[in-house]
């Protein structure tokens, strides 16, 4: 008898980039292995923090869809409205989190009547939904599992995105009810299981974000694809793509290339959309900036030739948020064999991870000095790189790809 299985969590497909697209991919992988998918979801809304077309004439009300897969049975979507801040903030994020938790409470209310799943998925952020799942557990049964794709509560405070810290408590209260409760705990990061074991004291599943090696592959040409972006083919182009927010400290990109604006040659491309954009592109404009190129979010049948331009890709965070987000765009840029710098501190598993596997070139969060030097050193110094590209592309190959990780997943959900 198939298995269903029912996943909670505010993002989800046509999303194109973070938790979304996470979540679309791994419920894709699911149907097409004969389980009976059904999503409490929210309208797509992520990165440009506004519902999009064709949602949102509807995003004020519940919607019912069904996505045709590979498997044999179509996914089962309810899409739930909720409030989408223009501005996030921390408490606008709040208010966002709990509109979903509220309007999907309704879904969950009538599934509850309805023939039973045997797991149930919750995807934090948004947090709080665990607290539906937990609710269809005391009631119908089956697993719950809590999957962790960011540590909200404590970014949110550490970002000082939220001040109070009575807050900060209560959320913090409901979390740990949820993990008590959750048949399974995972999270994308040693980093960030190190931190909620040790605030829980209890096992965590490691469970990393993938990516679809078949999709993204290297591609030798790099000048002719410069060329099609509207550079020159002798161009060296430095890429940060992906959520454009507060935490990356993308402002450091702008000072590094006034440091550099005498070197013609080297264009900053900043791909992407989110709600710091704005205040980067009046940075730019005040700083007189001829050598940084804002571009939207690429699409996805794009997406590879797009990546495979860059000389050079930038993993950005600030320093106080190390191991509590694990950056999703690296997955791609391993896979198409990318050059990296990657902020991260030398007790941070991400640290860890791209020292260990020779995967990029590391250097100390907001410390601008540190990131003009390394993209000197390579651009302008032609510093040999060493095997960094063939090694990105070996370990993508080898141990990112859906089809290695969502197996071994399913063993929780059985």
Not at 33 to 38: F, P, V
């Amino acid at each position: 008898m198939k298995k269903r299985i029912l996943l909670i969590g505010g993002n989800f497909y046509p999303e194109p980039t973070g938790i979304g697209k996470f979540n679309g991919e791994m419920v894709d992988f699911l149907a097409s292995q004969s389980y009976e998918c059904t999503v409490i979801t929210s309208y797509p809304y992520y990165p440009y923090w506004k519902v999009q077309e064709p949602y949102c004439k509807r995003r004020n009300w519940y919607t019912k869809e069904s996505k045709e897969t590979t498997g044999t049975t179509p996914i089962e979507i309810y899409r739930c409205p909720q409030y989408v801040p223009k501005v996030p903030s921390g408490m606008k994020r709040i208010l966002l989190d709990f509109s979903f938790c509220l309007s999907s409470f309704f879904v969950v209310l009538m599934l509850l009547f309805r023939k039973r799943y045997d797991a149930v998925i919750s995807v934090a952020p948004c947090f709080q939904v665990g607290l539906l799942a937990v609710l269809y557990k005391k009631i119908r049964g089956g697993k719950f599992v809590y999957h962790v794709q960011d540590l909200q509560i404590d970014a949110a405070r550490d970002l000082q995105m939220i001040k109070s810290p009575w807050m900060i408590d209560l959320l913090l209260k409901v979390e740990k009810f949820i993990l008590r409760n959750a048949d399974t705990v995972s999270s994308i990061s040693l980093g960030m299981i190190k931190r909620i074991a040790r605030k829980y004291k209890r096992e965590i599943v490691f469970l990393p974000n993938w990516v679809d090696t078949r999709s993204f592959y290297p591609v030798k040409e790099k000048s002719k694809l410069k060329k099609a972006y509207g550079f020159d083919q002798e161009d060296k182009i430095v890429l940060y793509s992906g959520a454009i927010g507060e935490k990356q400290g993308l402002e450091a990109i702008l000072y590094t290339a006034h440091a550099l604006r005498n070197h013609r040659s080297i264009k900053f491309v900043i791909s992407g959309s989110g709600p710091y954009k704005q205040k980067l592109e009046q940075l730019k404009d005040r700083m007189l900036l001829k050598n940084v190129v804002f571009l939207p979010l690429q699409p996805f049948e794009t997406l590879n030739e797009f990546l495979n331009m860059a000389d050079i890709h930038l993993v950005l965070q600030k320093a106080n948020v190390s191991d509590l987000v694990m950056p999703s765009k690296l997955t791609a840029i391993l896979s198409v064999g990318g050059l990296a710098i990657v902020t991260a501190h030398k007790e941070s598993s991400l640290f860890e991870f791209v020292s260990r596997h020779e995967l990029g070139i590391l250097i100390e969060p907001e410390n601008q000095s540190a990131l003009t030097s390394a993209i000197s050193k390579v651009l302008i110094r032609n510093a040999n790189a060493g095997d960094l590209n063939q090694n990105a592309r070996r370990y993508a190959e080898e141990y990112l790809s859906i089809e290695k990780i969502i197996p071994d997943y399913t063993l929780y959900i059985q």
